[in-house]
């Protein structure tokens, strides 16, 4: 299967460079975006400006920059989305686990400490799969508990061991 995407992802590359427009396995359109190079003016401010180019006038190439890379998703392939997706419910990591072994978020928690330094209610949700508000009712547990203490820093909320 990997050999597939690099062979997509080889072709696909060498068509939009050169200005193509392309149609990835009827899933994506893929187009390079270019821009109107800006210039400095010399006026010792660092000022950038365009040239100005009206409509009917050739643009040569050296005014011309990339700008992006352009990913769109065909109609079809946006139908076919929609046509399985049931719900919102719950789309953070594998879905909800409201039954969560106790142990098994300590183990996590401390494996996240070590790497992380701390934990959030988002890194919980996506990592042991527990809802927003579960996620949120075990952290400050463990605070009330004196496992881990809370630091707020702006609307965040960080868990430290």
């Not at 100005?52 to 392939?77: H, L, M, S, Y």
């Amino acid at each position: 299967m990997r050999a597939v995407f690099a062979a997509i992802e080889k072709l696909t590359a060498e068509e939009v460079s050169d200005g193509k427009v392309v149609h990835v396995c009827g899933m994506f359109i893929v187009r390079v975006q270019v821009r109107l190079k800006k210039h400095v003016l010399d006026d010792g401010k660092g000022t950038l400006y365009v040239k100005d180019f009206f409509e009917g006038d050739r643009i040569p190439a050296n005014e011309v920059e990339f700008a992006n890379i352009d990913i769109q998703p065909t109609k079809a392939f946006k139908q076919q989305i929609l046509d399985q997706i049931s719900g919102f419910s719950h789309w953070i990591g594998s879905g909800p686990r409201q039954n969560v072994e106790d142990k098994e978020l300590l183990e996590k928690i401390d494996e996240l400490c070590e790497t992380e330094g701390y934990v959030t209610v988002k890194s919980i949700m996506f990592n042991v799969g527990l809802s927003k508000d579960k996620a949120r009712k075990k952290l400050n547990q463990l605070v009330e508990e004196g496992y881990l203490r809370m630091d707020k820093i702006g609307h965040s909320h960080l868990y430290k061991k």
